[in-house]
């Protein structure tokens, strides 16, 4: 099933109210691709600062699964929901004039409740057969991009976080990773702690409780900022 949303009720920039609407007819194709560029002579304005470029690590799903949307927490038609605490992880994507980038293709890849990856190469017990480990989004016309999945956990050697990468027209624009905001275990992360203090705050998200929810679930809220160019 593929998920899309409505930010209703936001206070101190937490998502309170979601509403959910159905995306089954979007196309994973690429689209029309980034906004217009600026109009000439608006070239000297300041520049937003670019969601900083991290590696992509070696466990970017090698074989996909067969359900690739933004809902993470259950595979086609399975009633079996995978096992965690659920997260809705809403944003828009920018490019670093500032402008809102729509049909960009927004992936996701993250290791499940017991910190196993989605990866013939990660053989280690307990992975969950129930989480998807990999969704895609086509951001919509304002830009946003929606996924529903679960709090990322630690591995050995990391930290909590998220992999992400955007591309436009097959083109990569960004890899990057996303944290959990003052998780402890940040500062002993030898790539959040490479990022200095401007990109670590570019790259840690909020993961706030839904205080209306009864199951627990998480809000995080991620601004995305692409560059002008692909990646190398």
């Known amino acids: 099933m593929i998920l899309g949303y409505s930010l209703e009720i936001m206070k101190d920039n937490h998502l309170l109210q979601i509403g959910y609407w159905d995306r089954r007819k979007m196309l994973y194709g690429l689209g029309l691709g980034a906004s217009a ?3 000439p002579g608006l070239f000297a304005e300041a520049l937003t600062e670019p969601t900083p470029r991290q590696t992509e690590g070696p466990f970017y799903p090698d074989v996909m699964p067969l359900d ?3 809902d993470l927490l259950v595979i086609g038609d399975s009633l079996t929901p995978a096992v965690g605490e659920v997260t809705h992880l809403t944003g828009v994507v920018k490019n670093i004039k500032g402008d809102l980038v729509r049909n960009a293709l927004v992936e996701i890849w993250q290791v499940g409740a017991k910190g196993v990856y989605l990866h013939t190469k990660d053989d280690r017990e307990g992975r969950d057969e129930n989480f998807q480990g ?4 086509l951001t919509d016309s304002k830009g946003r991009y929606y996924f529903r999945t679960v709090k990322p956990v630690t591995y050995p050697g990391r930290a909590p976080h998220i992999h992400v990468a ?5 083109k990569r624009m960004l890899t990057s990773q996303c944290y959990i905001q003052g998780d402890k275990r940040n500062d002993k992360d030898f790539i959040y702690k490479r990022l200095g203090k401007t990109g670590q705050k570019l790259t840690s998200v909020n993961f706030s409780p839904i205080k209306e929810s009864k199951a627990g679930e998480f809000a995080a809220k991620w601004e995305i ?4 160019t692909p990646e190398d």
């Open 37 to 39: 560029f600026l109009t």
């Open 68 to 70: 690739t949307d933004n």
């Open 134 to 137: 990999y969704g895609r989004f």
């Open 166 to 170: 955007v591309s436009i027209k097959g």
């Open 225 to 228: 900022i692409i560059g002008l």
